[in-house]
């Protein structure tokens, strides 16, 4: 980040890790920041940045599927489209996320509060062996809302995808 950006971040009271190594568009802004060294995480109004091997990455929010807080440890679940009908994604989890935050500082409610608000709204629907949400979300920058739908382990796909199709062309007329 450069230095205009960190001494930015610093007058606001948000203290920004010399270790951070991510490129912050230029309308996204610090929220928040825990952790040190390589193991720092990064809230901003875009998503949460996380350190991984290749560098530091930033997942937005509408694609945060759940994060949780058990101190020291924050655990964040990444959904990722598997597959899109119509315009449509139907998302799966990824494996949980770990990260020891000490001290905590405001990540924790941060992520909590804009993960929340990413939700327009929510509504299940049960299909044979399980059910499914779908969740309309704020992507972070983009105005307009993205249809997610997560079907329940076990949920018939053939059933999700026909339910999908049907919503989508609801949506259209």
């Known amino acids: 980040m450069n230095l205009a950006r960190r001494i930015a971040a610093r007058i606001n009271g948000t203290r ?3 270790s951070f190594g991510g490129s912050l568009e230029a309308s996204e802004h610090v929220l928040a920041s825990a952790g040190s060294g390589p193991r720092c995480v990064l809230v901003t ?43 449509i ?17 405001r990540v ?9 608000r990413s ?10 062996g399980g059910g499914v949400w779908f969740v ?9 809302i993205l249809l997610q739908v997560r079907p329940d382990p076990g949920a018939d796909r053939a059933q999700v995808r026909s339910l999908t199709a049907g ?4 949506l259209r007329s």
């Open 45 to 87: 109004s875009h998503g949460l940045w996380l350190p991984e091997a290749e560098g530091d990455r930033r997942i937005g929010w509408h694609r945060i599927a759940k994060a949780s807080w058990e101190d020291p440890r924050l655990e964040v679940i990444e959904a990722r489209a598997e597959e899109v009908v119509e315009g």
């Open 136 to 144: 309309q979300r704020r992507e972070p920058g983009v105005d307009g």
């Open 16 to 18: 920004v890790p010399d």
């Open 167 to 170: 919503i989508a062309r609801r």
């Open 108 to 116: 924790p409610q941060t992520v909590r509060q804009r993960v929340e």
């Open 119 to 128: 939700i327009a709204e929510r509504q299940r629907r049960e299909v044979d």
């Open 89 to 105: 994604e139907i998302v799966v989890d990824l494996a949980p996320q770990r990260f020891s935050l000490e001290p905590p500082g």
